[in-house]
Nanobody, 121 residues
Framework: QVRLVESGGGLVQPGGSLRLSCAAS????????MGWFRQTPGSERELVAR???????DYEDSVKGRFTISRDNAKNTVYLQMNSLKPEDTAVYYC???????????????WGQGTQVTVSS
């Protein structure tokens, strides 16, 4: 059973920084894509950033230049460094792993439990 465990959310003032982490556990051979999504009440979950195993990245326009996604493939962990945070970044942030390969299967769409990020003075 593959699980994603997120950490690093919290309350921060506008202009501040937070670093989110998401570690995948289980008998994992490789993960194709890892990324971060966010969701606010009444809204659909939206992509924030994602990175392929080869290092190709994709960012939502409003976070470009402020957020940086990175991966440690050896640890099956993805990070999201969030700088210059704004109140509109407030949301529950979810980690996603796609193309998770084990010895018996390849699974898509594995989500973490979510971590709250609140940007407020």
């Amino acid at each position: 059973q593959v699980r994603l465990v997120e950490s690093g959310g919290g309350l921060v003032q506008p202009g501040g920084s937070l670093r989110l982490s998401c570690a995948a556990s289980g008998n994992i051979l490789s993960i194709s894509t890892m990324g971060w999504f966010r969701q606010t009440p009444g809204s659909e979950r939206e992509l924030v950033a994602r990175q392929s195993s080869g290092g190709v990245t994709d960012y939502e326009d409003s976070v470009k230049g402020r957020f940086t996604i990175s991966r440690d493939n050896a640890k099956n962990t993805v990070y999201l460094q969030m700088n210059s945070l704004k109140p509109e970044d407030t949301a529950v942030y979810y980690c996603l792993a796609d193309g998770v390969r084990t010895q018996t299967s390849t699974t898509y769409g594995i989500w973490g439990q979510g971590t709250q990020v609140t940007v407020s003075s």
